[in-house]
T-cell receptor, first 111, second 116 residues
Framework: TQLLEQSPQFLSIQEGENLTVYCNSSSVFSSLQWYRQEPGEGPVLLVTVVTGGEVKKLKRLTFQFGDARKDSSLHITAAQTGDTGLYLCAGARGTASKLTFGTGTRLQVTL | DADVTQTPRNRITKTGKRIMLECSQT?????MYWYRQDPGLGLRLIYY???????NKGEISDGYSVSRQAQAKFSLSLESAIPNQTALYFCATSDLSAGGSYNEQFFGPGTRLTVL
């Protein structure tokens, strides 16, 4: 059973466009992370959100944790070709040190 | 130098062979994990270890075994490889954050395994 569903699965846009990626679950998470993975490499942590309703900004990337801590979104403003990659959300429950990863969103940004 | 290293980076083997994938880390973290990645399925946890004497099964441990030789080393074995174990395998490490309320993981570069 996949507990974290991401949408869309694939996204191809042109440089300068805005986009939003969603991460949804029926379960409550104590924290949620977003990772980006480039070809031939492992995922790299972008951000961790821990409070319901929390919004964090990382340059052109805005992350939000849902009020009920069941969902999250990643918004990219004015996408650049360097944003191309696989975006993964991952949730943790309680003080557990295991993460449940989402299905992933593959983003392609072209000129 | 990379904090989390994996060897080999690529491996092609035949059905029935025993394979070992190795992971080393210099981050000083106690917690280590093995995942496999398949297209459209994200990352799935195979095994994890919270310290040298602690080994736990993840969601897809069948057909795999692990050994935690030291704090810095965690190896994954496929006792008798089969074609549906063809995948990308990642090792990761973590340490408790302040207050222990969440868990940030740091990944190695991955091993691409093909079982023919």
């Amino acid at each position: 059973t996949q507990l974290l569903e991401q949408s869309p699965q694939f996204l191809s846009i042109q440089e300068g466009e805005n986009l939003t990626v969603y991460c949804n679950s029926s379960s409550v998470f104590s924290s949620l992370q977003w990772y980006r993975q480039e070809p031939g490499e492992g995922p790299v942590l972008l951000v961790t959100v821990v409070t319901g309703g929390e919004v964090k900004k990382l340059k052109r990337l805005t992350f939000q944790f849902g009020d009920a801590r069941k969902d999250s979104s990643l918004h990219i403003t004015a996408a650049q070709t360097g944003d191309t990659g696989l975006y993964l959300c991952a949730g943790a429950r309680g003080t557990a040190s295991k993460l449940t990863f989402g299905t992933g969103t593959r983003l392609q940004v072209t000129l | 130098d990379a904090d989390v290293t994996q060897t080999p980076r690529n491996r092609i083997t035949k059905t029935g062979k025993r394979i070992m994938l190795e992971c080393s880390q210099t981050k000083g973290h106690d917690r280590m994990y093995w995942y496999r990645q398949d297209p459209g399925l994200g990352l799935r946890l195979i095994y994890y270890s919270f310290d040298v004497k602690d080994i736990n099964k993840g969601e897809i441990s069948d057909g795999y075994s692990v050994s935690r030789q030291a704090q810095a080393k965690f190896s994954l074995s496929l006792e008798s490889a089969i074609p549906n174990q063809t995948a990308l395998y990642f090792c990761a490490t973590s340490d408790l954050s302040a207050g222990g309320s969440y868990n940030e993981q740091f990944f190695g570069p991955g091993t691409r395994l093909t079982v023919l």
